[in-house]
């Protein structure tokens, strides 16, 4: 919803910047009109001015507010929509809504009887150009970032505004068979529903390692270490838990807790929000706490210094560093390991800690410095709820996923080139981890250690059926 708001306050500003171009255009051309009085020749003009309006509202959208990227195009299509499906965060999905939207305008227009396109192939073909020249400038010019999703989403949209605006024109007419026009809108939008259904009926969401190409390998080229699987070698279930995190009211009493025991409090006038975090700082921006709604988890960092008089003058211990987390409301397993990397930083380790009837697994960093003051909190501990127990993924499939190369490791330059030449892979051992999936669940992943062409990667694969 933040994310929706900040761009209708950007499209306000484009309709305005487009609505004064138009009606310059639409005045000019009227004056240096010879047929004023006539209404058919009127209504031509007025049909250029609406197509000038939202012309250049489209490239408002397309080149203003944009920065220089230095990769400035992607080839792949439906990546976005993969990227949708895969992402806790909803920018994706709604990026794809919009691009969409954005073109239904122009397919209406070009169904009007004063378009000169007369033939639906041809508006359709010249609405597509108009999509392909916008996206091919971007990449000429690298502002913004010239996608060829972008294209497929433009040309659905100009699809469903042109017979959609031909169906209503159509009812109002009383033509026969009106419901024939609406027989095109069902492409575009069966093409999105295969992406995003199939998600929406999933009892749980997808995993990083979910997402992969298979990578030819040749099987002389594979190597499985005597015992290397044995750890992932499960007879049964694993469970699943749930992430339990704060919603926004929460958050911000959470964060006037921890700044009152700054000795501060919260600075309402900073706090940003948006759809998966929110960002808030203390009254004098001397503290940043950045918190994550998808997993609860949080950063709490220290921005300026801080006068006043010293907290502190011995030495740091355990004891007191819990101490200090406390006052400001944060929590810590009794039987989370403790360790002090050196005399101003210290980790809090939870193993899958039962207490009081929930799970913590997770660390928490704390950055203390000489005086006692908190500098840095990184607070990565989840807190959890048991929701099931699903079949465990034998490790007979685990060999034969390796062995054809269906596996995620994590790698930008192979992660999805399936042309790698991939000379050796050698599994060296294993174990069993838990990950947070795009919809705040928490599921057993199988991790490998493994060789790739002589450099140490992490093969991991999902754990158990859905």
């Not at 240096?32 to 250029?48: G, P, Q």
């Not at 988890?297 to 006043?308: I, P, R, S």
Request: hydrophobic share 40%.
């Amino acid at each position: 919803m933040r994310i929706l708001l900040s761009y209708a306050f950007l499209g306000m500003k484009y309709i305005a910047i487009s609505l004064v171009i138009a009606l310059l255009s639409f005045a000019i051309m009227y004056l240096l009109s010879k047929n004023k009085s006539e209404e058919i020749h009127r209504k031509k003009i007025r049909w250029v001015g609406l197509s000038l309006f939202n012309f250049c509202f489209i490239l408002c959208v397309a080149f203003l507010d944009r920065r220089q990227l230095s990769t400035s195009y992607n080839l792949n299509l439906f990546s976005s929509y993969h990227n949708a499906v895969f992402s806790s965060d909803s920018i994706e999905r709604i990026n794809i809504l919009l691009n969409i939207m954005l073109y239904i305008p122009f397919g209406m227009i070009f169904g009007s009887k004063y378009c000169p396109w007369k033939k639906w192939y041809q508006a359709l073909t010249v609405g597509l150009l108009i999509s392909v020249i916008i996206e091919f400038t971007q990449f000429i010019t690298k502002m913004g970032y010239a996608d060829i999703d972008d294209v497929f989403n433009n040309f659905s949209g100009v699809i469903i505004g042109y017979f959609l605006y031909k169906y209503l024109i159509a009812r109002i007419k009383n033509a026969q068979k009106p419901g024939l026009y609406l027989l095109p809108l069902f492409c575009p939008i069966i093409i999105v529903g295969i992406f995003f259904v199939p998600y929406l009926l999933r009892p749980f969401g997808y995993l990083d390692c979910e997402r992969f190409n298979t990578i030819y390998i040749e099987s002389k080229s594979i190597t499985i270490a005597d015992n290397a699987l044995e750890k992932i070698d499960i007879n049964g279930k694993l469970p699943i838990y749930t992430t339990v995190s704060l919603n926004e009211t929460e958050v911000e009493r959470f964060a006037q807790i921890v700044f009152e025991g700054l000795g501060t409090s919260v600075g309402e006038e900073w706090t940003i929000k948006y759809d998966t975090c929110m960002v808030l700082f203390s009254g004098k921006r001397e503290y940043e706490l950045w918190y994550e709604y998808h997993d609860g988890t949080f950063t709490l960092q220290h921005l300026a210094t801080v006068t006043g008089e010293e907290l502190y003058y011995g030495e740091i211990t355990e004891s007191f560093v819990r101490l200090r987390l406390k006052e400001l409301g944060i929590f810590i397993p009794a039987s989370a390991d403790f360790s002090k990397q050196n005399d101003t930083d210290f980790t809090f380790k939870a193993k899958m800690v039962i207490e009081d009837e929930r799970i913590y697994d997770g660390t928490v960093f704390c950055e203390i410095d000489e005086n006692g003051q908190i500098i840095k909190i990184e607070y990565k501990l989840l807190h959890l709820e048991y929701n099931s127990e699903n079949e465990a993924v034998p490790i007979s499939k685990i060999r034969e996923k390796i062995e054809t190369g269906s596996f995620y490791f994590q790698d930008k330059d192979l992660e999805y080139d399936s042309s790698i030449d991939i000379n050796g892979l050698k599994c060296l051992s294993s174990t069993v981890i838990y990950q947070v999936d795009t919809k705040g669940y928490y599921r057993p992943v199988y991790e490998v250690e493994a060789m790739i062409n002589n450099n140490p990667y992490k093969i991991l694969f999902p754990a158990v059926y859905l």
